[in-house]
């Protein structure tokens, strides 16, 4: 009896190796095994077993399901029958022995498998699934090749009724951004990433879906010489900019040609040279304000000031872009034109002091709104005015995913501060 009983826990456990290994197999993320891949033979099997989940599944199926014919055929024909007999000898009503014998082996083998076979197993799994991927993968390669002919049997009859079912297709196994968003606030949670961390790498997502329109200083926020200015006139400009690179525009067409850099006006009034705008004045590139912000970051990256202007369709002049521009995408708004002007401030009773000009993406991500509240538009001002249709009076607001949007300052036309106030 008692070889028959460790035969049988041997086969439990032997069932939760093989639920063990399914489930860390299948939980393993292969952008962590992939380092791992040149180094350890183990992360190579366990990747190349994952590319073919069909025939990993299959194996590992046809070993539980051995297991359990296993288990089953010896706790009812053994184990039942000796605890019968026992129950017999004690005096108990053969009927009753019978019934109690082969039931109670059935209720004990259940949940000793149930335990030891699968819950427990599954937990190691999921706890560290990289790492014990890497333990059992090259056993279960080399049950997959002695299972081959069986594996395949089942593989191709499983994709039969896949296709009967409408699913004519490989899975494609593809990461969403909520699911980076989710491993990030993980990592966060985890202690692996600071909160700047955190808040750059949101960044750098928020980056690849704006553009150029979305990241550009507006046109009614650049300052700029007159191409038509005297000498005296653009330096006493050029020091009341404090800019180092200065748009230059012709004010007869409203054309702006180029920039003129504080460097080069430093060296010519340095000289005592007459400030010849036309002369200093150098070309910068121009970009389309529907252009990604991927690409306007690569023309920064060869331009020589690291500046572009922005130009829609209809060839008017919309603003400029510098690199510091697409560093403040990445690391989140924090002041305005103005220093002193922050882009979201707290106040005392919880609500929200939201300047128009805040990008609408990175506002929505902070206060976890759905992305599509501000429409075509880039800024909390145009959130504003997509949802209410119209340009709002001071005073005027709306409600919206649980939050009260209040307009607080106009400045002219453009709405300067919103109210936000949680519902």
Known sequence: MIVELLTILGLICLNGVLALSEMAIVSARPARL??????????AAALRLAEHPGRFLSTVQIGITLVGILSGALSGATLGSRLTQLLVARG????????IGVGGVV?????????????????LALRNPEGLAIAVAPAMTVLSKVAAPVVWVLDRSGKVLLW????????????TEEEVHTILAEAHEGGVLEDEEREMMKGVMRLSDRSAKALMTPRRDVEM???????????????RIGRPRVPVENRETGEVLGIVTLSDAFNAVSRREALDIRALMQEVPVVSDRADALDVLEILRTAPHSMALVYDEYGHFEGIITSGDVLEAITGAVAANDDDEPAMVTREDGSLLVAGWMPADEFCDRLDLPRDMAGDYDTVAGLVLHQMRRLPGLGEGFTAHGHRFEVLDLDGLRIDKVLVTAV
């Open 34 to 43: 992939k380092p791992m891949e040149a180094k350890s033979r183990g992360a």
């Open 92 to 99: 108990v009503d053969p009927e009753w022995a019978g019934n």
């Open 107 to 123: 209720v004990a083998i259940t949940y000793v498998s149930l335990i030891v076979g699968e819950l427990v197993p599954k937990q």
């Open 164 to 175: 009967l079912l409408g699913q004519r297709g490989d899975s494609a196994s593809r990461v």
């Open 225 to 239: 010489l007159d191409l038509a200015m005297t000498g005296p006139e653009a330096v006493a400009a050029m020091r």
